[in-house]
């Protein structure tokens, strides 16, 4: 069993996936838990199909395709706030006008290359791919991520919580908001890698989304979701190491079934044993 | 120590003579409606005195709390807090909003909802310290919420949450509170606990506008009353109600 384990670890490009797997899931995770209370679900899945198109260009020209990505991801999120804000379109229009959009640039695009090969990778993802340069730039993102999430922890926790309060103190919580979803884009891209263009929303909503049934702490559902997700990641790992299926759809699927599993000791703590679970809750 | 304040002016200190708010022939729209939510409505408020806002839903009482708390634009005219326009002094005015304007569910505890009154003193990067956790504790227990700081904020009752809400109003230490509604569908317990803490704060020296449904207790409880109607003073109303002893804004005018 051990040696089972520790086997695939010999190879260098195997030591790269594992600390690229830590590092996607931490990033998602965390990040994941403020897209899931504040509800932002579709526009995450929106900004990792909208890096289709980055992704292609930045290919065709051999250019980055990471900072292909990063780009196309941070244009949509300004167009999403330019064109739902004052009186134009809702939000969650705005997001689906250009979501497509951009998805069906990204398809035209990919569809005039002759090669698909490499693309595939950023379709549904490959972790076993993952380079050097990719790694530092995935290891820079987890760190912007997790150091914004610290220092700004209150003023997001506020204006997530309570906005009409925040702009009576006289943050601005549009700017907060601007500066989370450019968090996102940068998250998504990380996600891409892992998972792939189209699965990526998984990784920022599901992990985070089974936490949220297990705690209702902040801090603690951050954990659990990082838990979730890095797990979830390894697993893909091994799966796709040993079975040479594909990384992306079983990194998804387990953390698939995490959310189930947490969704089962939800009902279990609700339904089986209600007072147990006040007077614990009441005592933390 | 360093401070950076969440909107970059200086602390504006008041200005001599002026009195707590002064609205002049306000008029207020919400963004992307020509309707006026306040048209014309006059106000002078003294330092320490307690006025009530009284009308039915829609009348524009939570409008005319939101414009003060720089929440909605003016676009008629005047605000002043101190002397000074509404936005200017963050700290310096305290807005309680209605209940339901809260997402309960947000996983946040007790205390660390309170808390948050603490955020506009500390601004960006500060994180609470040993003071601030002592005047929320403080309030906590003069709310009787001592018990409950841990729990998550949709475990608490209504009157619960309500008095949590007013702590956190208070935290924030300001001369000027904006109360919508503290007392609406509260249990008799959560009732008597506030009114004895705005009681506490009349004494201080505090100024409260409250907009509220209790026409019974309006001389009891309170200096002055403005009655609005579908966003103006509404000057015929008021003699259906016993206001003896209470300043009636707006009918003399």
Redesign the interface.
């Known amino acids: 069993m051990m040696h089972w384990l520790v086997e695939p670890f010999q190879y260098r490009f195997m030591q790269m996936s594992l600390l690229a797997a830590v590092l996607v899931g931490t990033t998602c995770a965390t990040l994941g838990v403020y897209v899931v ?1 504040r509800r932002m679900a579709f526009i995450g899945d929106a900004l990792a199909h909208t890096a289709l198109p980055g992704l292609v260009v930045a290919y065709l020209n051999g250019w980055s395709l990471f900072l292909g990505a990063v780009v196309a991801g941070l244009l949509t999120s300004i167009g999403i706030g330019w064109f739902s804000r ?2 134009g379109v809702r939000e969650d229009t705005a997001i689906g006008v250009l979501f497509t959009g951009m998805f069906a640039f990204g398809i035209l695009l990919l569809s005039r290359t002759r090669s698909f090969r490499d693309l595939t990778h950023m379709l549904f993802g490959n972790i076993l791919g993952v380079s050097r340069s990719d790694l530092w730039l995935i290891g820079g993102i987890t760190a912007l991520v997790l150091l914004v999430l610290t ?2 922890h ?2 997001l ?2 204006t ?3 906005p ?2 925040a ?6 919580t549009d700017l907060i908001r601007y500066a989370l979803l450019v968090l996102l884009a940068l998250t998504v891209v990380t996600g891409i890698q892992a998972v792939g263009v189209v699965l990526t929303s998984a990784l920022l909503v599901t992990p985070a989304a089974a936490a ?1 049934l297990l ?4 801090p603690k ?1 951050m954990l659990i979701s990082t838990f979730i997700a890095v797990g979830s990641s390894v697993v893909g790992l091994y799966a796709s190491f040993y079975q040479g299926v594909s990384s992306g759809a079983s990194i998804v699927l387990c953390s698939t079934a995490c959310f189930m599993a947490a969704w089962l000791i939800r009902l279990g703590r609700t339904t089986i044993r209600p007072q147990a679970l006040t007077a614990r ?2 005592s ?1 | 120590m360093f401070h950076l304040p969440y909107r970059q002016r200086r602390h504006l200190d008041p200005l001599p003579g002026e009195p707590v708010l002064d609205i002049r022939n306000l008029i207020v729209e919400y963004p992307g409606s020509s309707l006026r939510s306040l048209d014309g409505v006059s106000l002078t408020v003294p330092i320490g005195a307690r006025i009530a806002l009284v009308g039915p839903n829609g009348s524009g009482k939570s409008t005319l709390l939101k414009a003060i708390s720089g929440l909605l634009p003016v676009r008629g005219g005047s605000i002043r807090i101190t002397g000074h326009p509404p936005g200017a002094c963050h700290h310096r005015v305290a807005y309680l909003s209605q209940r339901s304007e809260l997402d309960w569910r947000f996983p946040i505890s007790v205390r660390a909802l309170a808390m948050t009154g603490r955020y506009v003193h500390l601004g960006w990067l500060k994180r609470p310290g040993v003071n601030d956790g002592r005047i929320v504790d403080e309030l906590l227990s003069r709310l009787e919420l001592s018990g409950l700081g841990a729990r998550q904020i949709s475990q608490l009752s209504g009157g619960q949450q309500q008095r949590l809400l007013l702590a956190r109003a208070l935290a924030q230490e300001s001369d000027l509170l904006l109360l919508d509604e503290p007392l609406n569908a509260v249990d008799a317990r959560t009732r008597a606990i506030i009114t004895t803490v705005l009681d506490q704060l009349r004494d201080k020296g505090k100024t409260v506008i409250s907009a509220t449904h209790d026409l019974d207790r309006l001389s009891a409880e309170f200096d002055g009353a403005l009655f609005l109607d579908e966003g103006k003073v509404a000057q015929s109303r008021q003699g259906q109600y016993s206001t003896k002893g209470i300043q009636l804004f707006g009918s003399d005018s």
């Open positions: 209370i004052r009186e220092l700004f209150k003023e926790e506020l997530s919580c309570d009409v309060y702009e009576v103190i006289g943050l601005r949220s705690t209702n702490r902040l559902m809750e009441h933390t």
